[in-house]
């Protein structure tokens, strides 16, 4: 892992004030994109997640918030146009936010919110790998919802993490050995290390998340 790795967690369920303060950040881009959303809590939280991550890479850098130019990959990922010397990436999910900032490799996070109603052994069937498939049919019914988020978090991080996009790692990217072992544990794959980071969050049960880092800088 980075040395100099750091996570953040914001909740995104925010007071208007906050909201606004938060607002003053944003880009005129941004600000579009939250414009377009129907109900006022997802506008709230694309704020929320925006405003915290400029706060964020702010204080990384030394500038105001505001003063952040974002560009993205062909599959979306955010990437600092005006200085290239800090990778990140976020991910939220309902009302959490998670961040994962460092200065020597690049990385990928991401939050599911453990959904109760979501038939997972169909999506397993047509998504994951056998080995996978194996494991989640083996278990009961809440082992099997969090084995199964806890391959989607996986393998959606990594798909940032390389800038692939999930649909294009599901074939190769076998996260089996992960859902089997404690927490804590890592995977290596390729230039890539992949870890759970469910115990390492203040977030409750009912969510699952992961880490991708690059193993060695370039």
Known sequence: MSSDLQLYQARLDISASECDRLWQFLSA???SRADRFKREYLKRNF?????????????RLGCAPKKIEFSYSDHG????HNNQCVYFNLSHSQDWAIY????DREVGIDLEYINPQCDVESIAERYFLPS??????????????????????????YGKATGDGIANILEYVDVSYLLEMPMGETLQIKDWTLKLLDSELDIDSNYSAALCIESNSQ
């Open 132 to 157: 996978e498939q194996k494991i989640i049919q083996s278990l009961n019914d809440r082992d099997k919802y969090l084995a199964f988020y806890r391959a989607w978090t996986l393998k959606e991080a």
């Open 100 to 103: 994962a900032v460092s200065s």
């Open 47 to 59: 704020i929320s997640a925006r405003g915290n991550l400029r706060e964020i890479l702010a204080t």
């Open 29 to 31: 881009d941004e600000r």
């Open 77 to 80: 990922k955010p990437y600092i």
